[in-house]
């Protein structure tokens, strides 16, 4: 929209832009607890990251993966290109929100919760956006909302209850993802010499990474972002998070040979994601009301994080499209 010379305004809750891309800075090293990797199939996508790795922010990894269960270690190669964010996922979600910067017509505002939408006074078209306490954030024609389904149905249930029964229709399923630092590196396992990620057959555990091999990364200690299962996820849903961690690293643990001894561990902790996913997305890319309203995001196209983009992307050309006086300022 903002190539098409639309004027648009963008919030976002966060400090930074990244949401499930989004990584977690501590002091020894940076861990990404959402998205680990992605795939890119549609050519309008393929043709975005191409950008990006031409820019240094997208690059292919893993380069060597392992799947492990009861009978061990087995090499894991499915022939499909995966890439991640360099020198972290959410650089990818960063360099898309410093390219708006170029266009004066665009506003971001960071850090800032949209709590509730209203039908402006004096009969005016559109939506007024209030944050915290009551706060005015502006009047816009359009309002599109990307956030879980769930939260966008809090914002516009009473407004329009056919994108509200769209969002309550796609139930979300949380997932706990935890980390861990180490000290020195982990030792060699049997006879793998090298592993960078490892599908888990585990109750508990999903997925682990170990960040430090992953683009840009070579010079911080060793540490592994480890992903829960979803039904596990659900069932420890509001345990604490220092009792997920200890679970999540022993679920780890549990895999690897008994004689291994692990090197000292610097910290070790969890990040909840009470909506990681759609249980089931729809096969729509996204909805638009005639009263202004839009959603879109991974939860109506697809759970890939080229689904999100595409979703966004044909919204947006979508939007475009309308008549100047229905779109004359959207609030994202």
């Known amino acids: 929209m903002a190539e098409r010379g639309i004027n648009v305004t963008l919030f976002d809750k966060a400090r930074g832009p990244g949401g499930r891309m989004a990584s977690k800075r501590r002091p020894s090293a940076t861990l990404d607890l959402g998205a680990q990797t992605f795939t890119a199939r549609d050519a309008r996508f393929l043709q975005l990251i191409e950008s990006l790795k ?178 596990w996820s659900e069932q420890m849903l509001e345990r604490p998070a220092g009792e997920v961690a200890c679970a999540l690293y022993a679920a780890f643990r549990s895999l690897l040979p008994r004689d291994i001894e692990l090197p000292d561990i610097v910290e070790l902790g969890a990040h909840r994601w009470r909506y990681a996913q759609a249980n089931a997305p729809g096969h729509e890319s996204y909805l638009y009301s005639e009263q202004g309203l839009a959603l879109c995001g991974e939860s109506f196209r697809g759970s890939r994080v080229e689904d999100a983009w595409l979703s966004g992307r044909e919204l947006g050309n979508a939007l475009a499209e309308l008549p100047e006086s229905y779109r004359n300022q959207t609030s994202v």
Not at 86 to 92: N, T
Not at 143 to 162: F, H, K, R, S, Y
Not at 186 to 209: F, G, K, N, Q, T
């Open 54 to 231: 031409n820019q240094g922010v997208v690059a292919r990894w893993p380069g060597v993966s392992f799947e492990a269960g009861n009978a061990g270690w087995t090499r894991l190669d499915d022939d499909q290109r995966r890439y991640t964010g360099a020198p972290r996922m959410s650089a990818i979600t960063r360099e898309l929100a410093n390219r708006l910067t170029r266009f004066k017509h665009v506003k971001t505002h960071f850090d800032t919760r949209v709590q509730a939408l209203t039908k402006p006074g004096d009969g005016q078209h559109g939506w007024a956006l209030c944050a915290d306490h009551h706060q005015p954030l502006g009047t816009f024609d359009t309002v599109v909302i990307t956030a879980p389904p769930p939260q966008a149905e809090a914002l516009i249930g009473e407004w329009d209850p056919v994108l509200a029964q769209a969002c309550s229709a796609r139930a979300q399923r949380s997932c706990w993802a935890g980390y861990v630092v180490f000290k020195t590196p982990l030792p060699p396992i049997d006879s793998v010499i090298h592993w960078e990620s490892l599908h888990a057959r585990h109750a508990a555990l999903r997925l682990v990474s170990r960040n430090h091999t992953k683009p840009g990364r070579e010079h911080q200690p060793e540490s592994l972002s480890l992903l829960a299962q979803l039904d």
